[in-house]
């Protein structure tokens, strides 16, 4: 198996199975490292209620 950290085969040294926050903890895939939020948004510019007029708005885009 390789490793995959380093260019390597494995010789199951575990440094892949460290958690980034606290050294002396094996990862249990909490996330914390991740900069995950809880909630997301997204700003709707528009709301197209055919496909006739999604197409003519990209028509007149070009």
Do not use: W
């Amino acid at each position: 198996m390789k490793c995959v950290l380093y260019d390597r085969d494995c010789i199951g040294c575990l440094e892949c199975e460290t958690c980034d926050l606290d050294p002396n903890k094996v990862c249990d895939n909490c996330g914390k490292c991740l900069d995950i939020q809880d909630v997301a948004s997204i700003k709707i510019d528009k709301i197209y209620t055919s496909e006739e007029e999604y197409e003519a708005d990209e028509r007149n885009r070009s």
